[in-house]
């Protein structure tokens, strides 16, 4: 029973670890990163290192072994992409940074291992707990970002894929069970799957609840042929309050910038006495000729 479970265990690492291919997937093919936070995926793939020399020291089964280490390198060429996409650097300069990058970390995760393990195989054990803590903040601070990003929108997600998520969201609830059935319960990595679960799930309701707010702006932009991104344009070009328009952001690695050409700007459109002021309801009835007054 406890093989069968295991072996079932290792099967779903083995398909965890490649949870950032829809979401590189969907870069590549849209060519635009906007929403998905560099920082978060650069955070990822530094915490892919101490997570990487924490499973090989402590000789864990393969699939955990072989997991960090492709998600790291899923993680910097997400993050690549978003230099590529939404900084516009060359790709040249973003492959050829992004490879350096992962040889320096794949020599600190070598050089971890060469150095922890014969003290963990000493007895000597605290090396590998600090190393797992600071793997499991920068994972869980690597899912914060997405939240400024999301304020920015007012609860609104925009260039995180579902899918990705999903898996992620999966793969941190099925480690939780795993724990759960173990002999004994592993406090670190139970609170590490504990919040990623939440964290990862004020995402969707967040954007559930963006949803049901803008239900019936979507609607009237529909009919009207329009989209979301119409009404907020049109919004900005005539000075006008609109609820949902973006905030700005100044944060390091936080650009207020046009998501898309023609789309609103962060911090274009803000609550001043000397703007027209519109009803909610009047600026989702906006026609071709203009506002409704």
């Keep these: 029973m406890f093989l069968g479970g295991q072996c079932s265990w290792d099967n779903w690492n083995s398909f965890w670890c490649i949870q950032l291919v829809p979401q590189i997937w969907t870069n590549y093919r849209v060519k635009k990163t906007d929403g998905l936070p560099g920082i978060m995926m650069f955070l990822w793939a530094i915490c892919a290192v101490p997570f990487g020399a924490y499973s090989i020291a402590q000789n864990f089964n393969i699939p955990i072994q072989v997991q960090p280490q492709v998600f790291g390198t ?10 590529i996409y939404h900084d516009r650097w060359p790709v040249w300069k973003a492959t050829s940074l992004t490879g350096i990058i992962w040889l320096v970390l794949g020599g600190v995760e070598a050089a971890l291992i060469l150095t922890l393990k014969p003290l963990y195989d000493r007895g000597i054990n605290f090396p590998m707990i600090i190393l797992g803590v600071v793997a499991s903040i920068l994972l869980a601070v690597g899912l ?3 939240y400024v990003e999301i304020w920015r929108r007012r609860g609104r997600v925009i260039g995180i894929n579902w899918i990705f998520l999903t898996i992620d969201w999966m793969g941190a609830f099925f480690s939780l069970m795993a724990l759960v059935a173990q002999n004994t319960f592993d406090i670190l990595g139970g609170v590490l799957y504990i919040l990623c679960i939440f964290i990862e799930g004020g995402i969707f ?5 963006w949803r049901f707010r ?26 006008v309050q609109f609820r949902f328009a973006e905030r700005e952001v100044v944060l390091p690695f936080f650009r207020s910038k046009p998501d898309a050409p023609g789309s609103l700007e962060a911090g274009d459109v803000q609550d001043s006495p000397s703007k027209t002021r519109l009803s ?14």
Aim: hydrophobic content about 40%; charged content about 30%; overall charge neutral.
């Design 214 to 239: 803008t239900r019936k702006i979507r609607a009237q932009a529909k009919e009207d042929g329009k989209t979301f991104e119409d009404i907020a344009e049109e919004c900005r070009r005539e000075n």
């Design 280 to 293: 909610l309801e009047n600026a989702v009835e906006m026609r071709a000729g203009g506002f409704k007054s």
């Design 205 to 209: 309701i967040s954007h559930l609840i």
């Design 74 to 83: 899923f993680c910097l060429v997400s993050w690549a992409q978003t230099l």
């Design 144 to 146: 914060l970002p997405p």
